[in-house]
């Protein structure tokens, strides 16, 4: 499943706005849980740093 995260209304809220003015667990962290193959964002390496610190990839 391939989501766009850049406008809130696409998917239940979740979007860029949430995951960087709040915090990450409270957006894209929701979508990771969701297994959301593919976020499509304007914050490529937060997202990615984010993603890889939740999954320990280090």
Sequence with gaps: MTLGTINSILYA??????????HP???WDKL???????IQ???LATLADYR???LSFH
């Design 13 to 22: 809220e979740l979007d860029d706005n949430i995951s960087i003015i709040n």
């Design 25 to 27: 667990d409270e957006g």
């Design 32 to 38: 990771i849980e969701k297994n959301v193959d593919v």
């Design 41 to 43: 964002t304007e914050w």
């Design 52 to 54: 890889d610190r939740k």
